[in-house]
Structures are given as C-alpha cells and as structure tokens.
C-alpha cells in the first residue's frame, strides 16, 4: 500500500509561483510513474505532468514552459514548481502514483492518489 501526502498550495496573485511536494511511504516499487492532476472548481480532473521513474517528463499544453516536475527518488518525493501562475491554474492539485515505466496522462491509469492541495491565484 502506498500513501500520497501533498503540501505547498496557498494563496497567491498573478505571476507568482509556487511548489507543491508530494511524498510517497509505504510500498516500494522497482519502476514506476507519478503525475499531477489538477481540479478547478465545476471541472473534471485534469492531467498536469508526469515524470518517469527514469526522469523523463511530460506536461499539458496549459502549463508547458511554466511547470516543472521533478524528483528525489532518496526520499521518494516528487515536485511541481509553478512559475507565472495565472488564475485559470486555480484548482485542487493531487498528486498520483502508477506502477511499472510507461508514462500516463490518464487518471484511471494511476493507482494512488494523495488528498490534494488547494492552489488559488488572483488577477
């Protein structure tokens, strides 16, 4: 069993940034992917970004050249740094873990997921 706990959102304006963390404990896996989705209030969950257990990265058009996801496989923690927020970014982010190498932006493709964490950006 794996547990997903997000930290980092707030309250922010226009412009500004902001990094989410999300640590995983619990089972460990030889390779696996993990991802940010993001919920805007009276929308479905949407795909964000992904990394690979290898390192490689992914990311949705709406946040491609401001969001950057990483990793610290050491203390098995993954990242989304947020650069030039805008207010459409305003949602619930989650993160979510899937098994095995092969990257998804599909969130019925991922196993776990953490309880999310409120980001609000003002105009």
């Known amino acids: 069993q794996v547990q997903l706990v997000e930290s980092g959102g707030g309250l922010v304006q226009s412009g500004d940034s902001l990094r989410l963390s999300c640590a995983a404990s619990?089972?460990?896996?030889?390779?696996?992917?993990m991802g940010w989705f993001r919920q805007a209030p009276g929308k479905e969950r949407e795909f964000v970004a992904v990394?690979?257990?290898?390192?490689?990265?992914y990311y949705a058009d709406s946040v491609k050249g401001r969001f950057t996801i990483s990793r610290d496989n050491a203390k098995n923690t993954v990242y989304l740094q947020m650069n030039s927020l805008k207010p459409e970014d305003t949602a619930v982010y989650y993160c979510a873990l899937k098994s095995g190498a092969t990257w998804s932006t599909q969130r019925r493709d991922y196993n776990y997921w953490g309880q999310g964490t409120q980001v609000t950006v003002s105009s």
């Open positions: 990394i690979r257990w290898s390192g490689s990265t």
């Open positions: 619990g089972r460990t896996f030889n390779a696996y992917v």
